[in-house]
């Protein structure tokens, strides 16, 4: 079967969605910009040489946009390893954050302020419960990572959360919760609901959203307070997604998270001049994988809904982990669990060291004669 990949969507189909005057941002033109050009001459190349034989190999440069889903394994398992040296010896939990649909217009047009509320929410509610003596009375480490699709590629907004179950007291002293969720869903989903409406409504009080045509009406103030009353009155469901008991996979599982985009070149299924088939999971736990077709420039108009505002950090961390306090937070926990149980296994590696450590791929094997002798001579760069 042959493989198939968002580029080829792009380099097919591109022209005709710009030319049907579909909206682009800066940041949509941009990225899409960078597949087009990924791993192309456009972007320049490098140059490797064989010693022995003479035989040079040409390496087209990537585009190391954050949405090419070209560009996204070496940067996840690099990832995955520094984070590999902020376990500590707890149990982990993987906690998901949804809002309800209503929001989605809403949201999209003001997408940095209200992703930014989405973070700070979720953040605030884990740590407020975390430190109550009920539940475990101490300041858990957590990485927060925003995702805002479905398998179909429609826009759902939703944070994925990996919470230790262990974490400093104010007392400075390690305390480890049991090996299930230490807190309850119901007083999460509690929480959490309340926290997020009460700042949107500050927000629209202060006059800080935008309202597109698809939300125009939520300018009236009875049409807003109908709006919230309607949005309390939703199940707002948090659920804890998976239990790791102590470290078991769950920095290795949080890695399919976090440098991940809206598709992956695996699960494009066949492309053609006008249409592209891909696959999804089962609408159910258990249920086989779906096959769906799209039009290439509804594939297009989808993927591009998820590409995030410039600047903006999807991946965050909080508690123990947070970046101005991590590593003097991280020393101490070390120290009163009576070691660092995890290290990192890439730090200080060359680019074809981790290739070979993670895919098995040696770069340095000259694929003519055989011979660990394939040196990088050079880079071109693109022209500007």
């Given at each position: 079967m042959p493989e198939h990949s968002v580029?080829?969507?792009?380099?097919?189909?591109?022209?005709?969605?710009?030319?049907?005057?579909?909206?682009?941002?800066?940041?949509?033109?941009?990225?899409?910009?960078?597949?087009?050009?990924?791993?192309?001459?456009?972007?320049?190349?490098?140059?490797?040489?064989?010693?022995?034989?003479?035989?040079?190999?040409?390496?087209?440069?990537?585009?190391?946009?954050?949405?090419?889903?070209?560009?996204?394994?070496?940067?996840?398992?690099?990832?995955?390893?520094?984070?590999?040296?902020?376990?500590?010896?707890?149990?982990?939990?993987?906690?998901?954050?949804?809002?309800?649909?209503?929001?989605?217009?809403?949201?999209?047009?003001?997408?940095?302020?209200?992703?930014?509320?989405?973070?700070?929410?979720?953040?605030?509610?884990?740590?407020?419960?975390?430190?109550?003596?009920?539940?475990?009375?101490?300041?858990?480490?957590?990485?927060?990572?925003?995702?805002?699709?479905?398998?179909?590629?429609?826009?759902?907004?939703?944070?994925?959360?990996?919470?230790?179950?262990?974490?400093?007291?104010?007392?400075?002293?390690?305390?480890?919760?049991?090996?299930?969720?230490?807190?309850?869903?119901?007083?999460?989903?509690?929480?959490?609901?309340?926290?997020?409406?009460?700042?949107?409504?500050?927000?629209?009080?202060?006059?800080?959203?935008?309202?597109?045509?698809?939300?125009e009406k939520l300018r009236n103030s009875m049409e807003w307070y109908a709006f919230k009353d309607a949005l309390y009155k939703k199940d707002w469901c948090p659920y804890i997604k998976e239990t790791f008991n102590r470290f078991g996979n769950a920095i290795e599982y949080l890695g399919r998270y976090t440098n991940k985009i809206a598709i992956g070149n695996s699960r494009i299924v066949d492309v053609t001049d006008t249409q592209t088939t891909f696959s999804a999971r089962g609408k159910r736990p258990g249920d086989p994988r779906r096959m769906i077709t799209l039009d290439n420039r509804v594939f297009i108009s989808r993927y591009l809904l998820h590409v995030l505002p410039s600047g903006f950090h999807k991946i965050r961390y909080y508690g123990f982990l947070n970046n101005r306090w991590k590593t003097r937070n991280l020393r101490l926990i070390f120290k009163l669990q009576n070691g660092q149980r995890f290290r990192q296994r890439y730090e200080n590696m060359s680019m074809a060291d981790i290739l070979k450590a993670v895919w098995g791929r040696d770069v340095r094997i000259c694929p003519c004669c055989g011979g660990c002798t394939m040196l990088n001579i050079g880079r071109i760069y693109a022209r500007k």
């Open positions: 580029k080829e969507i792009w380099d097919l189909s591109y022209v005709s969605f710009s030319s049907s005057g579909a909206f682009q941002s800066d940041v949509q033109k941009k990225t899409s910009s960078a597949i087009l050009a990924c791993r192309t001459s456009r972007l320049g190349y490098n140059v490797s040489f064989c010693s022995d034989c003479g035989y040079t190999r040409i390496h087209y440069n990537s585009c190391r946009n954050r949405n090419c889903p070209n560009c996204q394994a070496v940067n996840k398992e690099i990832w995955v390893d520094k984070r590999r040296a902020e376990v500590i010896d707890a149990p982990y939990f993987h906690v998901v954050f949804t809002l309800p649909h209503e929001l989605n217009p809403l949201i999209y047009c003001n997408q940095k302020i209200l992703y930014e509320l989405l973070h700070r929410c979720c953040a605030e509610t884990l740590l407020q419960l975390s430190a109550d003596k009920k539940y475990l009375g101490a300041t858990p480490g957590i990485i927060q990572v925003l995702h805002t699709w479905d398998q179909e590629l429609n826009y759902h907004v939703h944070m994925h959360c990996i919470i230790s179950g262990g974490g400093l007291t104010d007392a400075h002293q390690l305390k480890r919760s049991r090996s299930s969720f230490f807190i309850p869903v119901y007083v999460l989903r509690d929480k959490f609901k309340g926290k997020y409406l009460s700042c949107l409504d500050v927000l629209y009080k202060n006059g800080e959203l935008c309202f597109s045509s698809s939300c």
